[in-house]
Nanobody, 116 residues
Framework: QVQLVESGGGLVQPGGSLRLSCAAS??????????MGWYRQAPGKQRELVAA???????NYTGAVKGRFAISRDNAKSTVYLQMNSLKPEDTAVYYC????????WGQGTQVTVSS
């Protein structure tokens, strides 16, 4: 069973930055063969895709975070990152890492709270 462990969440003031990490293990295929990404879910809202990065390192972002967030991957470390800059209160949510190859695998989530 794929294991995804997120870290890096926390409380930050508006305009601040955070870097989320997601370390993968127990994958049936090599990490580089998975599309990786981040979803988020705010209280009372549906889970939404934030960013994704393909096996060829093509990236995709939801409109609300374009220009502020950057997703990257380190295949040697089996880790995907989400650099979040210029954070806004509306970015407050639980952020979930996922891995996709035939099936979707999910992490447990990490809380990001943007508040003064």
């Amino acid at each position: 069973q794929v294991q995804l462990v997120e870290s890096g969440g926390g409380l930050v003031q508006p305009g601040g930055s955070l870097r989320l990490s997601c370390a993968a293990s127990r994958m049936s295929y090599t990490f580089s063969r998975y599309t990786m990404g981040w979803y988020r879910q705010a209280p009372g809202k549906q889970r939404e895709l934030v960013a994704a990065i393909t096996t060829g390192s093509t990236t995709n972002y939801t409109g609300a975070v374009k220009g502020r967030f950057a997703i990257s991957r380190d295949n040697a470390k089996s880790t995907v990152y989400l650099q979040m800059n210029s954070l806004k209160p509306e970015d407050t949510a639980v952020y979930y890492c996922y891995a996709r190859r035939f099936l979707d695998h999910w992490g447990q989530g990490t809380q990001v709270t943007v508040s003064s």
